[in-house]
């Protein structure tokens, strides 16, 4: 598209203004079903409207000119607003390639020099819709990253479980990532509470593999350098023959059947008295 071609595009912009806004903003608010009210969505048009005509008539012939700064900018913004909502990548780039039949209406002149701004037009806001599906993607794998990093935190839980004793009981599938956040975020609990013992319940866990099996071990070994004992508790039958199988030695670390076990474990270390009606375990040597 040349200086010349954008002049007469933004001149034909101005002049039907009403009439293209509303049959552009028509035909995208079928696709989006309702999700938009009608206010902001005509907002949002009426700010792309305006920003892509001013870049015409400045003489914008590609979008990585400066000129179309701000016409990118909302575009960005409107891209990620839509993966944010939920909105499909498709209905995001539609309402970028819309205007084009829209324009195609109201053309004055249908024959060559009329379809060719036209072509040229299209060709321009084909590049615009290439951003705007980059961006949502860009946006939406943000987006998945950020949400699946939650789910690992929220996922491993550090719970204090009596003055000086926290536990981190893991339930599901435990890859090298979640072995990780788990390491990551015990470690943190030690610093903050000061607890010289921390149980790994690995009672909900139904397999573990060699990767894990070694992020266990470190986390054990690191929780003994910040001068804390940690013990592992509730390794299955299926996880003990896997772990034998491996080779993977435990050394000396202390493990459990169950939490209640390490739990009674760690309570008789401190000093604690368990005799009575509650004391159904039986007593554990040191």
Known sequence: MDEHTSKRLAALMSDNRETILKQWTASVRDTLRGRLTTTELDRQFEELYDALQAALDADVTE??????????????????????????ATETATSVFSIKEALFDVLDD???RGLADHAAFSRFLDKLGLFTFETYVNARDAIITEQAEQ????????????????????????????????????LQALVDTGSPYA???????????????????????????????????????QIAQTIVSLGIEFGDIVTKANLSDALQYVLRRKGVDLAGPSATSPAVGT
Do not use: N, Y
């Open 151 to 186: 789910l690992l935190e929220l996922s491993t839980p550090v719970v204090k479980l009596w003055d000086g004793v926290v536990a981190v009981p893991l339930i599901g599938t435990l890859d090298s990532a979640r072995s990780q956040v788990a390491m990551e975020r015990l």
């Open 199 to 237: 149980i790994l319940d690995i009672t909900g866990v139904p397999a573990v593999d060699t990767q894990v099996a070694q992020h266990i071990l470190k986390t054990v070994i690191a929780a003994q350098l910040m001068g804390a004992q940690c013990i592992i508790s509730g390794i299955r039958p």
């Open 110 to 112: 249908k024959q060559a």
């Open 63 to 88: 979008i990585d000119s400066p000129g179309a700064a701000d016409l990118l900018s909302l575009l960005a913004d409107l891209s990620r607003s839509r993966a944010r909502h939920g909105f499909t």
